[in-house]
């Protein structure tokens, strides 16, 4: 049996908020254990966009998904946060009272975390893309059959068949058309739930003959050993066209699963947890919800939300880890001690 850890936080999910919140509590002194099911850091912007450019992080006039979770990690390295990868938070126990709250974590690899405060950065809980109803669809997944893009080099010269009308079907076409040898889009009609500008660009090319764009439905795959050869897409006037392709990219989108966190007795809406504005702080003292897992009026499910909600949690969370002790607002800009916590003064 593993021996029971014992720190301050645990924070649930290694995304980009549960990141800066490390950062966030380190400046007050507060030390962390993160637990994530995925087997690095980033969560959505690791797993699902990690070559996509994002626009709106502040100071940030471009940055990709993955460029950003690099930068979060050298940020919070300062505070030395432990990382438990490939692991599941599955129960939250408490063991405190309301005034000095604790908690023990219990990971499904058998691991038990003891903290004075519980930090839930989980997003959409453990999000799993929806697969295709195509039948044998799982032979292929992982080989030629993928719902990602993790290294658009495995994809240059190769023939992609990419299934779907939204932004990410509309942005990897456009991102893999210059470097596979040839890309088809398929989608059920001819209308796409895509920002404008990424539609246009798609007919461009396709009226330039340099992509091809189908309606239908893929009702079979041909090939054998998990290496696709053909898909077969069935047109609504009932006929087919047998697409020669040796990657399928299906975005049929996410299915939001909350997994564990709703056996925790924390009140849920929609899936979500709801705090409040000033702490992000649950129904249950002691544990707050940050990022795409929390919901309160107005929310936004932005990375910037969720760093600001961090901050704002970490100053609630000094007060249950360090009960005595008074806090002072202080600029990282002119403040020798938090430099010397940053180890830069
Ligand atoms: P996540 O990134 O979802 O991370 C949560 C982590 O928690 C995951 O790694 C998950 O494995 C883990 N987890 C969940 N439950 C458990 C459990 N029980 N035990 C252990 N681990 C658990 N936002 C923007 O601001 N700007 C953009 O331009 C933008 N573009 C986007 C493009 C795409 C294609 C997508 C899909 C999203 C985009 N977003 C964008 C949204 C942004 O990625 C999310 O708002 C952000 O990732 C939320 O961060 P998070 O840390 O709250 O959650």
Same mark, same amino acid.
């Given at each position: 049996?593993?021996?029971?850890?014992?720190?301050?936080?645990?924070?649930?999910?290694?995304?980009?908020?549960?990141?800066?919140?490390?950062?966030?509590?380190?400046?007050?002194?507060?030390?962390?254990?993160?637990?994530?099911?995925?087997?690095? $850091?980033?969560?959505?912007?690791?797993?699902?966009?990690?070559?996509?450019?994002?626009?709106?992080?502040?100071?940030?006039?471009?940055?990709?998904?993955?460029?950003?979770?690099?930068?979060?990690?050298?940020?919070?390295?300062?505070?030395?946060?432990?990382?438990?990868?490939?692991?599941?938070?599955?129960?939250?126990?408490?063991?405190?009272?309301?005034?000095?709250?604790?908690?023990?974590?219990?990971?499904?690899?058998?691991?038990?975390?003891?903290?004075?405060?519980?930090?839930?950065?989980?997003?959409?809980?453990?999000?799993?893309?929806?697969? $295709?109803?195509?039948?044998?669809?799982?032979?292929?997944?992982?080989?030629?059959?993928?719902?990602?893009?993790?290294?658009?080099?495995?994809?240059?010269?190769?023939?992609?068949?990419?299934?779907?009308?939204?932004?990410?079907?509309?942005?990897?076409?456009?991102?893999?058309?210059?470097?596979?040898?040839?890309?088809?889009?398929?989608?059920?009609?001819?209308?796409?739930?895509?920002?404008?500008?990424?539609?246009?660009?798609?007919?461009?090319?396709?009226?330039?003959?340099?992509?091809?764009?189908?309606?239908?439905?893929?009702?079979?795959?041909?090939?054998?050993?998990?290496?696709?050869?053909?898909?077969?897409?069935?047109?609504?006037?009932?006929?087919?066209?047998?697409?020669?392709?040796?990657?399928?990219? $299906?975005?049929?989108?996410?299915?939001?699963?909350?997994?564990?966190?709703?056996?925790?007795?924390?009140?849920?809406?929609?899936?979500?947890?709801?705090?409040?504005?000033?702490?992000?702080?649950?129904?249950?003292?002691?544990?707050?919800?940050?990022?795409?897992?929390?919901?309160?009026?107005?929310?936004?499910?932005?990375?910037?939300?969720?760093?600001?909600?961090?901050?704002?949690?970490?100053?609630?969370?000094?007060?249950?880890?360090?009960?005595?002790?008074?806090?002072?607002?202080?600029?990282?800009?002119?403040?020798?001690?938090?430099?010397?916590?940053?180890?830069?003064?």
């Amino acid at each position: 049996m593993t021996e029971t850890i014992n720190t301050d936080v645990v924070i649930v999910g290694a995304g980009p908020v549960g990141l800066f919140a490390v950062f966030e509590l380190g400046l007050l002194d507060i030390r962390c254990h993160l637990v994530d099911i995925l087997s690095k $850091p980033g969560g959505q912007c690791s797993e699902l966009y990690p070559e996509k450019p994002i626009y709106d992080i502040p100071g940030f006039p471009l940055v990709t998904g993955q460029g950003l979770v690099d930068n979060l990690m050298e940020q919070c390295k300062p505070f030395h946060p432990v990382f438990h990868h490939g692991e599941m938070v599955e129960r939250l126990e408490t063991i405190g009272t309301a005034e000095h709250p604790g908690f023990r974590v219990t990971t499904d690899g058998g691991q038990t975390i003891e903290c004075k405060a519980v930090l839930i950065a989980a997003g959409g809980g453990s999000f799993q893309p929806k697969k $295709p109803p195509i039948p044998g669809v799982d032979a292929y997944e992982g080989h030629s059959v993928f719902y990602a893009v993790r290294k658009m080099e495995a994809f240059a010269g190769t023939r992609v068949l990419i299934v779907g009308g939204g932004d990410s079907a509309l942005d990897w076409t456009l991102n893999l058309q210059p470097i596979a040898e040839r890309v088809t889009l398929l989608h059920r009609r001819d209308a796409f739930r895509a920002a404008p500008h990424s539609v246009n660009s798609m007919r461009e090319l396709v009226a330039s003959g340099s992509m091809d764009l189908l309606l239908g439905q893929v009702t079979a795959l041909e090939g054998a050993d998990g290496h696709l050869e053909a898909a077969v897409v069935k047109h609504d006037d009932g006929t087919s066209t047998r697409v020669v392709c040796n990657r399928m990219l $299906p975005f049929f989108g996410l299915t939001m699963k909350l997994g564990p966190i709703a056996g925790w007795g924390l009140n849920l809406h929609e899936n979500l947890v709801p705090v409040d504005t000033e702490k992000f702080e649950t129904s249950t003292p002691g544990i707050f919800a940050i990022g795409d897992i929390n919901t309160y009026p107005g929310k936004l499910k932005l990375i910037l939300s969720g760093f600001h909600e961090g901050a704002l949690a970490a100053q609630k969370i000094h007060r249950y880890v360090y009960p005595d002790k008074r806090l002072t607002f202080q600029y990282t800009t002119s403040s020798t001690n938090l430099q010397k916590k940053l180890g830069v003064a």
